[in-house]
């Protein structure tokens, strides 16, 4: 929903938020997940890791080794759960966000920010703090069937203390940047399917650049990348193993194709289910 439409009250916003949610997670996994699962491998999997192993090359070895399945190992925890804490994202968010206005709290802006208000930015951290939590252990379970491991209920939030930033930084940033140019086109951007998607594809894959280390990082904890040399491996062994900053950005071409791709579909499907629920009066 844009912040420009009629909001009802904020215990419906945030109903309303949790059911179109569901779409948007279950889309977003399903469109998302063969480059995401690319990306995990040059990340984190031991022969897929070396400097000669491209996108390319990754992905011909995983349609020759393990065929057409292989590109969708690990998609059952994220489909589900995806569209468990998506939606929960979305809920909290425009609930915290609607209350907020209830409160008249959306007038104090951010300075130097063009009218960007501090209780979007509120939203998105509560918003993406409570998905954090449900998301860690579901991509704990997706990266260790991405990289051909079995995964343990016990080592469930194996690698929180990267999960936790890097979906906080990276959905505050989503939200902030959707509702920037909502305020730049006056809510024009938002209501073609084709804007949508350049909108939430475009601002989401630049929001995953910020935080690209941290997901690189995350992918290494939660898949127990192993270092020679060291039995647990500190986060400034990893990064030095890697190459340097420069190496945590392995994989950013799949993941970018893949964060662009299932983001703007997701928010096409999500705002076509807005628009209906407008036109059928539950709004």
């Known amino acids: 929903m844009t912040h420009s439409e009629r909001r009802s009250s904020w215990y419906r916003e945030g109903g309303i938020a949790l059911g179109t949610g569901i779409l948007y997670g279950a889309t977003n996994a399903i469109v998302g997940h063969p480059m995401d699962t690319v990306k995990a491998k040059m990340q984190a999997q031991a022969g897929f890791m070396g400097a000669d192993a491209g996108m390319l090359g990754v992905i011909r070895k995983v349609w020759r080794t393990e065929g057409f399945l292989g590109f969708f190992r690990g998609v059952v925890p994220p489909l589900m759960g995806s569209s468990v804490y998506r939606s929960l994202q979305f ?41 954090a939590v449900i998301e860690s252990p579901i991509e704990y379970a997706k990266v260790k069937r991405q990289t051909g491991q079995t995964w343990h209920v016990g080592e469930a939030y194996q690698g929180f203390f990267m999960q936790l930033p890097r979906t906080v930084g990276m959905m505050t940033c989503i939200f902030c940047g959707v509702d920037t140019v909502r305020r730049w086109t006056n809510g024009e951007a938002l209501k073609h399917p084709v804007y949508q998607f350049c909108t939430w594809g475009g601002i989401s894959m630049v929001s995953f650049w910020v935080i690209w280390p941290l997901e ?19 986060v400034r062994q990893r990064i030095s193993h890697m190459g340097g900053l420069t190496g945590l950005y392995r994989g950013i071409l799949p993941g970018s194709i893949s964060v662009c791709m299932r983001n703007g579909t997701a928010a096409v499907v999500m705002g076509f289910a807005n628009r209906k629920i407008t036109e ?4």
């Open 216 to 234: 690189t990082l995350k992918n290494q904890v939660q898949a127990g990348t192993k270092i020679e040399g060291f039995e647990k491996p500190t």
């Open 91 to 131: 809920a909290v968010f425009e609930a915290v966000y609607t209350r907020q206005t209830e409160l008249g709290w959306d007038k104090a802006l951010v300075p130097g920010t063009g009218g960007l208000a501090f209780s979007t930015v509120l939203a998105g951290v509560c918003g993406s703090s409570c998905r």
């Open 280 to 283: 059928l009066g539950l709004r």
